[in-house]
């Protein structure tokens, strides 16, 4: 049996894992809730932000709900899980996406919203963010578990 993956079978789902399970759910429902206000938005305001906005809280509710039935039924490996084993088997890379998403991201926001004066303030702070975290990671060891 490979290590943190467990088949439903063969194991007993804590009782706090179903309880964050259902939280996760929950959290599904509102965000799925969420997208269909903003998809409403879109249709009316013509705005493609609001469809970005749309389409990323369909994700993330896609993804939390992948995470709800994987820690409620255990027979799935968790996205944590999948990440860490990912990112150990070859950090670099996984850091350089990492920085290129956030920096891709960090650019469509900031391009959909603000002054100019704004936008490079944003970005300053985004990328000091960023760092100061990387680096508060690494002198407090904060590996993924």
Same mark, same amino acid.
């Given at each position: 049996? @490979?290590?943190?993956?467990? !088949?439903?079978?063969?194991? #007993?789902?804590?009782?706090?894992?179903?309880?964050?399970? $259902?939280?996760? =759910?929950?959290?599904?429902?509102?965000?799925?809730?969420?997208?269909?206000?903003?998809?409403?938005?879109?249709?009316?305001?013509?705005?493609?932000?609001?469809?970005?906005?749309?389409? *990323?809280?369909? =994700?993330? =509710?896609?993804?939390?709900?992948? @995470? $709800?039935?994987?820690?409620? *039924? &255990?027979? +799935?490996? *968790?996205?944590?899980?999948?990440?860490?084993?990912?990112? @150990?088997?070859?950090?670099?890379?996984?850091?350089?996406? !990492?920085?290129?998403?956030? %920096? %891709?991201? &960090?650019?469509?926001? #900031?391009?959909?919203?603000?002054?100019?004066?704004?936008?490079?303030? !944003? #970005?300053?702070? =985004?990328?000091? +963010?960023?760092?100061?975290?990387?680096?508060?990671?690494?002198? $407090?060891?904060?590996?993924?578990?």
């Amino acid at each position: 049996m @490979e290590d943190g993956l467990l !088949l439903a079978s063969t194991s #007993v789902v804590p009782a706090g894992q179903r309880i964050a399970a $259902a939280a996760f =759910g929950v959290g599904v429902l509102i965000l799925l809730a969420i997208a269909l206000l903003l998809i409403h938005h879109t249709w009316l305001s013509r705005d493609p932000f609001y469809a970005v906005l749309a389409l *990323t809280s369909a =994700g993330f =509710g896609v993804a939390l709900g992948y @995470e $709800a039935g994987a820690l409620w *039924t &255990g027979a +799935a490996p *968790t996205i944590s899980l999948i990440t860490a084993r990912a990112f @150990e088997a070859n950090r670099p890379a996984w850091v350089f996406i !990492l920085a290129v998403i956030m %920096l %891709l991201l &960090g650019s469509i926001v #900031v391009d959909f919203r603000g002054s100019p004066r704004v936008k490079a303030q !944003l #970005v300053g702070i =985004g990328a000091a +963010a960023l760092v100061l975290g990387g680096f508060i990671a690494y002198l $407090a060891n904060w590996l993924p578990t």
